[in-house]
């Protein structure tokens, strides 16, 4: 079996369902019974028996409803490891862009390439395209830093499975707020890396490529103090797993990034907890758009491969996981740290543990708790456009005060 042939070596890890014209039936299956059940839902919402709050709109529950109900069609139809989602051996097309221009980050350097990284699954490092925003956008194939310049390193979300660091994904919202609400001249850069998928590359092939765009910025000479590294979702697992890898196998503690935003971040894949067990520690993990007892053990699978389920106990994939010891030590030297998370979003109880451990260590955290709000409502446009505003004004707040330190 080629080893250098993602899809070759992943195919026999696909389920029948994953195949034509099963995974059609399974999708529209669901799909209509989810239309049937539109009218239920809707009754049950005029009368408020449901779990969700009280405060959401009928457009808002039905939503939630209908993502939550279609979340087991991932697992089912093993939507992980589609061949769409290999797009990174094809070449970006800047005639396509219209806000960033695309760039190709090299993969990183042999001396970088060690500990929990090297050799496993036998992903190596690879090119990546990478995305620019800000300053310089039309200088394409390039990223012009002068020395001093603020530079944000955004990691985009998606599970490690689907989403993109492309203009046209939900995900980009995120830079086009950030640069449209800072003041002028604050922020000067942003490089998004569309990162290997788990349909591309296992554990650890996104962390790879976050190392390798981590690497890419200081050979243009950007100092790690004007670094911001900013996640949402798993790409908060990226920033917090790039910290640690920093920290602990580059030995750049003092070094380190100038600050950590991270929004929603997912930082327990160890699956440690049954669907009762995970209600009895989370009651939020019922009403978010997501349904995890599904979701995150078929992740974590997909994301483990050929390596031991050991590893989900590892502080790169679980930092806030009960199975780890909470110590200082966990997070010591970690820069300065935003986090938000919404009121009653699956990863709610594992988001507190995470900003309880971070403080543990010494960190300084700004946590940033909606209430009613599910995960990721910062880019859920659908959703109560008041609380969206709330955490982009305390978001940019911070952000500021980082990049002017």
């Known amino acids: 079996m080629s080893s250098t042939d993602p899809w070759e070596r992943l195919r026999s890890h696909l389920s029948p369902h994953s195949k034509q014209p099963w995974k059609a039936l399974a999708i529209g299956g669901r799909m209509g019974v989810a239309l049937l059940l539109k009218p239920w839902w809707t009754v049950l919402h005029l009368f408020k028996l449901h779990p969700f709050?009280?405060?959401?709109?009928?457009?808002?529950?039905?939503?939630?409803?209908?993502?939550?109900?279609?979340?087991?069609?991932?697992?089912?139809?093993?939507?992980a490891l589609h061949r769409s989602h290999l797009h990174l051996l094809s070449e970006p097309e800047q005639r396509e862009l219209n806000d960033t221009?695309?760039?190709?980050?090299?993969?990183?350097?042999?001396?970088?390439?060690?500990?929990?990284?090297?050799?496993?699954?036998?992903?190596?490092?690879?090119?990546?395209?990478?995305?620019?925003?800000?300053?310089?956008?039309?200088?394409?194939?390039?990223?012009?830093?002068?020395?001093?310049?603020?530079?944000?390193?955004?990691?985009?979300?998606?599970?490690?499975?689907?989403?993109?660091?492309?203009?046209?994904?939900?995900?980009?919202?995120?830079?086009?707020?950030?640069?449209?609400?800072?003041?002028?001249?604050?922020?000067?850069?942003?490089?998004?890396?569309?990162?290997?998928?788990?349909?591309?590359?296992?554990?650890p092939g996104a962390l790879l490529d976050t190392i390798s765009a981590y690497a890419f910025l200081l050979s243009l000479d950007v100092s790690p103090s004007d670094i911001i590294v900013v996640g949402e979702s798993a790409g908060g697992h990226l920033a917090l797993a790039l910290c640690r890898y920093l920290r602990d196998e580059m030995k750049m503690e003092g070094k380190m990034p100038g600050g950590l935003m991270l929004f929603s971040p997912w930082s327990d894949m160890s699956c440690d907890l049954g669907p009762k067990r995970l209600l009895q520690v989370n009651p939020t993990a019922q009403t978010d758009f997501l349904d995890s007892a599904s979701l995150q053990p078929y992740l974590a699978s997909r994301l483990l491969l050929d390596l031991p389920i050991s590893l989900l106990d590892s502080p790169y994939l679980s930092p806030s996981a009960s199975s780890i010891p909470s110590s200082a030590d966990l997070f010591a030297g970690f820069p300065p740290c935003f986090v938000s998370a919404g009121g009653v979003e699956f990863l709610l109880s594992s988001i507190e543990e995470l900003v309880k451990r971070l403080k543990e260590g010494g960190v300084e955290v700004v946590f940033h708790l909606e209430?009613?709000?599910?995960?990721?409502?910062?880019?859920?446009?659908?959703?109560?456009?008041?609380?969206?505003?709330?955490?982009?004004k305390a978001a940019t707040e911070w952000l500021e005060g980082r990049l002017m330190a």
């Open 53 to 79: 709050p009280r405060c959401w709109t009928l457009t808002e529950v039905l939503t939630v409803r209908w993502l939550r109900f279609m979340t087991p069609v991932f697992p089912l139809c093993d939507l």
């Open 101 to 203: 221009r695309v760039i190709w980050i090299p993969p990183a350097p042999a001396e970088w390439v060690k500990g929990i990284v090297k050799q496993g699954n036998g992903v190596q490092p690879v090119r990546i395209p990478g995305y620019v925003w800000g300053k310089g956008r039309n200088d394409v194939g390039k990223v012009n830093v002068k020395r001093g310049e603020k530079v944000v390193l955004f990691l985009h979300g998606g599970g490690l499975v689907s989403g993109s660091a492309h203009e046209s994904d939900l995900s980009a919202n995120h830079p086009r707020e950030l640069l449209k609400r800072l003041p002028p001249n604050t922020l000067h850069h942003i490089l998004s890396p569309d990162y290997r998928k788990l349909s591309a590359a296992p554990f």
């Open 371 to 392: 209430p009613d709000a599910v995960h990721c409502f910062q880019i859920s446009y659908w959703f109560q456009p008041e609380k969206r505003e709330r955490i982009w």
